[in-house]
């Protein structure tokens, strides 16, 4: 399993935290000076959460397998190849650093690193998310990059100035960590849904409806860290079978209090291929100030 060189920090001293020798298993470990070592889950992952853990709500099981399944069919494509074609112009310096900050199931920063690699760039990939199911999927599909368990609410374990791009799909957005992780030259890439996005299929399925103030309200909460650089929008018609439709409302925030049933349930009786439209808006922000070291 090999790890890439990051510039992690040890969550319970603050000490660089390091990839330690493997153990008898054959999965390494990550140690820091003071003594405190993390082990590798059998998965792939570690997970760094100490003390309390998180009191944060972590996608199922079943929410996670709805949304690999999902996303490996492809139908959110032209959002990644999206993302990546915002990431990879800035990622210049060898290693770059990439931090994907509520990774899931990995699928987008696949894509990234696939983009990198084709230009030549060597990057070091850190992916970030509280779900341990995620993380196994995340493991298995991009085994360069380095997933831990974290809550992105506290502090990061990485060192200042020290990210080149964090990237951050339909996730928690902490602007104070990522600006203080990031390097000065470093890009913040958030991606949000837009108003109207999968209206068909939300109205049908009783997913959360987008709300129309979303952009504005994402620009005030990530001030006075981050300014808006450039923003587009993303959006591609969808085909979905009931299944696929069923699917896509699980794997999200709204998995989290709809039954699978009542979804399965309420698309009974519909055409066994639904329309509706993805809509997204990608927003790419810079540091408003420098960060100390």
């Not at 000076?33 to 853990?53: C, E, I, M, P, T």
């Not at 129309?212 to 300014?227: N, Q, T, V, Y």
């Not at 808006?228 to 794997?251: C, K």
């Amino acid at each position: 399993m090999p790890f890439p060189s990051l510039p992690l920090l040890c969550p319970v001293c603050s000490e660089p935290l390091e990839l330690a020798r493997a153990n008898p298993s054959g999965q390494g470990g990550l140690a820091c000076g003071s003594g405190h070592s993390f082990d590798a889950a059998r998965q792939g992952y570690f997970n760094l959460l100490v003390g309390k853990g998180t009191a944060f709500e972590a996608d199922t099981a079943e929410m996670v397998d709805a949304r690999f399944n999902f996303l490996g069919h492809g139908h959110y494509r032209p959002l990644a190849d999206a993302v990546a074609a915002a990431v990879v112009p800035h990622l210049a310096r060898e290693p770059a650093v990439v931090l994907d900050s509520g990774t899931g199931t990995g699928h987008y920063l696949r894509v990234v690193l696939d983009a990198a690699a084709a230009e030549g760039l060597n990057v070091a990939a850190l992916g970030l998310d509280i779900s341990k199911f995620a993380l196994r999927r995340a493991a298995r599909l991009n085994p360069e990059a380095l997933h831990l368990a974290w809550d992105v609410w506290q502090a990061l374990p990485l060192a200042g100035n020290s990210v080149d791009v964090v990237t951050v799909v339909f996730a928690p957005r902490n602007a104070p960590e990522f600006a203080r992780v990031l390097r000065p030259t470093g890009r913040l890439l958030v991606v949000t849904p837009r108003h109207g996005h999968l209206a068909s299929i939300a109205r049908i399925t009783g997913m959360l409806a987008i709300e129309e103030d979303k952009d504005s309200r994402l620009a005030g909460a990530m001030a006075p860290h981050f300014i808006v650089e450039e923003a587009r929008d993303v959006g591609f018609p969808l085909s979905l079978t009931r299944q696929e439709a069923a699917g896509l409302a699980y794997m999200g925030p709204a998995g989290h209090h709809l039954d699978p049933a009542a979804i399965t349930g309420r698309l009974e009786g519909q055409p066994e291929t639904l329309q509706t439209e993805a809509r997204f808006r990608l927003t790419v922000f810079r540091p408003a100030t420098p960060q100390p070291a």
